[in-house]
Nanobody, 124 residues
Framework: QLQLVESGGGLVQPGGSLRLSCEVS????????IGWFRQVPGKEREGVSC????????NYGDFGKGRFIISRDIGKNTVYLQMNRLKPEDTAVYYC?????????????????WGQGTQVTVSS
């Protein structure tokens, strides 16, 4: 059974950077589209960045373009989200998710395997 475990969240000052990791076990990344999502209380989970199973197609929410980078290490079966120039409004719980197949649009309902989430807080 596929399992996803996020790590790397924490407290960072505005303008700082964090790199989130999503370690996948139970199957190879090549069989899944992978996405990063975030959620704050009272709001729906929103897509941050998503990647096709081959890694060749990557997309980003407008708020993350130019600041966030999604990448993967097949050897470690791990997906990363590098977040730069963080803002207080980036504060949220960040989740990694997987959906079987080559490509899925970056909306939460398209993904059916989820990690437990990692808290990111951007504050001075």
């Amino acid at each position: 059974q596929l399992q996803l475990v996020e790590s790397g969240g924490g407290l960072v000052q505005p303008g700082g950077s964090l790199r989130l990791s999503c370690e996948v076990s139970g199957d190879t990344l090549d069989n899944y589209a992978i996405g990063w999502f975030r959620q704050v209380p009272g709001k729906e989970r929103e897509g941050v960045s998503c990647m096709s199973s081959g890694g060749g197609s990557r997309n980003y929410g407008d708020f993350g373009k130019g600041r966030f980078i999604i990448s993967r290490d097949i050897g470690k079966n791990t997906v990363y989200l590098q977040m730069n120039r963080l803002k207080p409004e980036d504060t949220a719980v960040y989740y990694c998710a997987a959906g079987e197949g080559f490509f899925k649009i970056c909306v939460a309902s398209e993904y059916d395997k989820w990690g437990q989430g990692t808290q990111v807080t951007v504050s001075s």
